[in-house]
């Protein structure tokens, strides 16, 4: 992408977007807005004063523990108000905060750790096992912060040097001298975990960042009278941006403290006790609240909330229902680590209003939603060519922008995941709309490449199980002398129906909403396929299996 | 400032923040979105893509004219869509648009023309005669384009050579292969005109143009179902940025056309039959449209609008007004050609609401508001020290951020209205309270500089005028030899009070807001004073005609 240089402006363009304005700013504008963290049975509540205060302190105490500017600090944490602040004070120091994945496998963060070259590791207490078990292969770190209230003393760990989080803001000064930081350095890292290959580094920049904050304030119009609920882990994509988007708008912060999966009620009730009006998370979080919910005698009122649901789409009855029980509007919404993570959000356009009836209305709802303004799509085809967008041509979905990643850091092996004028490829494929709306339907990994078009295997597979005769269907790609690849579908038929449903009874079916050129050349009957331990079907051991079904003869 | 560089990150930081990727994401998410424009009696009306393809049609049409990256093209127009399409077409394809205003003076208007090297000037037919009398004096124009739905024969003017904005656009090609620019580019440029010397050039980035979009689109929580009213001249500080923040959100536009100062009350009528619920005006305007809407049988519902106020201090009668009448929030904010222009913007805290009796609420409306998010902010006094921010103490008001100008485009003469640390003073004084919010009372240069500490006039010019004795009074400083300055009152008494009421009880009156060492010194009856053209109090000749009074013996 050539940029071209024009005429001198007179403005202040060296003035540069870095999160310590994001928090200054804040502070002076709404130091007395709350910051609200659960912390076993009560509640622990300050202002955005007494936190700045303690950020301070931090930014202070990592400089007396000889932390330099561009050094990278590891952060093992919950979702409670001390993470809030490490948010701004490792970043605001110069240093890089280095997001610690609680759910990685031991070989996985140890590998982070190390390929950061992290020098510090700040980890609350209970997850300290977690850390003392790869501390070893961490050749890097030259300490521990243990985040607690009790005193060090009655810490139980052999991880060696050991600081108390508390104990060293307790010694440090209130105010601190913020570098100008330049807006291109790293302000914070997260580690995408692939199926395939090691954890791969994203350092988002300060203003990456600052632009994505702004940017989901400005499409999810926060107001300082909202009220955000960092139910998304704030090592996954940075939080969505939580700690930096509150503060940036003046927004009241709520924060679930440690939480437990099993008691996912307990969020619910907190989101209503606080009066929580906006939220990033996921159908995995919102479905059990949800249930809680449901049970409740008397429902909350949540009118003019927007729920932020990300991962996978939202089931209809769970929009449907937060909208009747609690008048909370649910959002779908798309990103990944790469994209900090802000890309897609589904709001319904205006003229939508009155153009769909109520159930296409809900349709729409369940797709990814279009792209924010700042950032750059394109859909494509195999041949790198666009697709058209109509709703049905099916591309991948590659995007590129302020607050998209650009490359990895210090990749292992060569890095596809980009192309030549510098879009990210998000691995996903689906289309887009006349109106903008993605509907992301495969990874590009699953889908079929056949004579330089698309098939999508999900969309056959979701067309085969609507079949009254099919318990379960599966369709992969598999290599072909002419086509590159065509489909297998594998179908496992009820019991009533062995023997009655035959191969032409599904084509036939398929054919109603399938391109002949598109329909499975074999179609097999089996008693059933390949699981992965989370019971999702192994596309990639079914792919080996049955490599060979096509170029046999 | 000096800036620190820290940790490479991975983003696309080199992603430029232009105006051409506002336009080209704002059509693709929100291309059917209406831009109305009333046109004499009718109603012009089209979608953000009509209007995109005219703007490619612009650029294509000036790449044919031979502008090149860099030219600065004049802009002397109404807020017409065609205006729209130009605040893109111009600087999309690299060109500088110069805003003329077309309030200005002729000699001041040739000075903008010349001191821009404006290379072509496009003007709206009913301003032909503004140009025809600078065109001999425009050294640098090589061309004029005519905003007419007229042929071009039928247009009566001696400009030469003379083209058609419409026959321009017809001709070209309905695609343009934008330029990617560099973000610190001019995009545009406003002169601002003081009391004094010449126009100074204020010529705004892409990057400060992108910045105060997303800014005012997040402060204002603008939304795609908004309708935004372009009721600012679009010559005054970029239209307060309307154009862009519109289509980065995707909201309606409605933009009045030709208005007549004597017929405001169609666009009070404008507003209601549109829709509006967001708009950026000043008490000049929103007073007479809310004259026109008292006397409307059935009031409009405005519910939910945010009717931005500039300028000057919106009345507090005309304020409960709007909210009685219409249900539409008057939302005082802050701002100047230099600074984008939003720079502060009076939103109720949330805590304050409780905080607060309603008519304390009211009182605060009436400040300038908090300096919103992205800007540093420093009150200083006439040592150039930061004052206390309690409500009471006075400084200048000094600015700093992305969308801020650090200098004039080349300036005649020493230019002194920055400070070391890169602020811009505004030469605006007054207070900050504990909440941050801005109360400006006087022009610095008003104000009364003694023994180091200010004494605001205007505050104590309130303060006699409250006095039943007092028909009109006006304080101004006199040049002293130990205080450098010292207030000097002129007074003129109502008919019944001359004879009974002395100096004495007026500063025993004073006495009760003011410090002893404030008090004038000396307070004289008059029976009036000298008054500027528009019936505002002299206070330049004032100070002429009276520099002598504390230096004579």
Redesign the interface.
């Known amino acids: 992408?050539?940029?071209?240089?024009?005429?001198?402006?007179?403005?202040?363009?060296?003035?540069?977007?870095n999160v310590i304005?994001?928090i200054?700013?804040?502070v002076?504008?709404?130091?007395?807005?709350q910051i609200v963290c659960k912390a076993g049975d009560r509640m622990f509540r300050y202002t955005y004063l007494d936190a700045y205060r303690r950020i301070c302190r931090l930014a202070g105490a990592l400089k007396k523990l000889g932390v330099e500017?561009?050094?990278?600090i590891g952060v093992m944490d919950w979702n409670s108000h001390r993470n809030f602040e490490m948010y701004y004070g490792i970043p605001g120091c110069?240093?890089?905060m280095v997001l610690m994945n609680l759910r990685l496998s031991p070989p996985d963060l140890s590998y982070v750790v190390n390929h950061s070259e992290t020098k510090l590791v700040a980890v609350d207490e209970t997850l300290l096992p977690l850390v003392e078990a790869i501390a070893p292969l961490c050749k890097t770190v030259k300490g521990y912060i243990v985040i607690t209230d009790k005193p060090l003393s009655e810490v139980k760990t052999a991880l060696r040097p050991l600081y108390s989080y508390e104990e060293l803001l307790a010694a440090a000064p209130d105010d601190y001298d913020w570098?100008?930081?330049?807006?291109?350095?790293?302000?914070a890292a997260c580690y995408t975990t692939g199926t395939t290959g090691r954890p791969k580094?994203?350092?988002?920049?300060?203003?990456?960042t600052y632009?994505h904050a702004?940017?989901v304030?400005?499409n999810g119009?926060?107001?300082?009278?909202d009220c955000w609920f960092q139910l998304v882990p704030m090592f996954h994509a940075m939080g969505w941006g939580g700690p930096y988007i509150v503060?940036?708008?003046?927004a009241?912060f709520v924060l679930p403290g440690m939480y437990n999966l099993a008691r996912l009620d307990l969020l619910a009730e907190l989101m209503i006790q606080e009066g929580v009006t906006m939220s990033a998370g996921a159908p995995a979080l919102l479905m059990p609240m949800l249930e809680y919910i449901r049970k409740l005698d008397r429902k909350p009122d949540l009118s003019g909330a927007r729920l932020l649901s990300g991962a996978t789409e939202p089931p209809l009855g769970m929009m449907k229902d937060y909208l009747a029980l609690t008048g909370a509007e649910i959002i779908h919404a798309y990103g990944a680590t790469e994209t900090s993570p802000m890309t897609s959000i589904n709001?319904l356009?205006?003229?939508l209003k009155e153009q769909m009836s109520e159930e296409e209305r809900w349709d729409l709802r369940r797709k990814q939603g279009?792209?924010?303004?700042?950032?750059?799509?394109a859909l494509l085809d195999p041949a790198g060519q666009e697709v058209a967008r109509d709703g049905k041509a099916v591309g991948e979905f590659c995007i590129?922008?302020?607050?998209?990643?650009?490359?990895?850091?210090n990749p292992e092996g060569p890095i596809l995941q980009f192309t030549e004028d510098?879009f990210w490829r998000s691995g996903d494929a689906g289309s887009m709309d006349s109106?903008?709306y993605l509907k992301i339907t495969d990874r590009v990994k699953d889908i079929i490449k056949s004579g330089g078009e698309w098939i999508s295997s999900v969309d056959m597979e979701n067309a085969l199980m609507s079949h009254p005769a099919v318990l379960e269907a599966t369709v992969i790609g598999v290599r072909h002398p002419k086509w590159e690849e065509r489909p297998l579908a594998l179908v496992v038929l009820r019991e009533e129906a062995r023997g009655k449903t035959g191969k032409q009874d599904l084509l036939d079916h398929l054919g109603k909403a399938f391109a002949k050129w598109q329909l499975p050349d074999e179609m097999l009957f089996v008693d059933g396929f390949a699981k992965t331990s989370v019971g999702k079907t192994d596309k990639k051991i079914l792919r080996v299996q049955y490599e060979g079904a096509y170029t046999k003869d």
Request: proline content about 5%; charged content about 20%.
């Open positions: 992408m050539e940029i071209v240089k024009g005429f001198p402006s007179t403005m202040q363009d060296d003035y540069q977007l304005n994001i200054k700013h804040g002076r504008n709404f130091e007395k807005q500017v561009g050094d990278r110069g240093a890089v570098p100008h930081m330049d807006e291109k350095s790293a302000c580094g994203v350092y988002y920049s300060h203003r990456s632009l702004m940017a304030g400005a119009q926060l107001a300082p009278w503060t940036m708008v003046g009241k709001r356009k205006p003229w279009y792209v924010v303004t700042g950032l750059d799509v590129r922008g302020p607050w998209i990643t650009g490359s990895y850091y510098g109106e903008g």
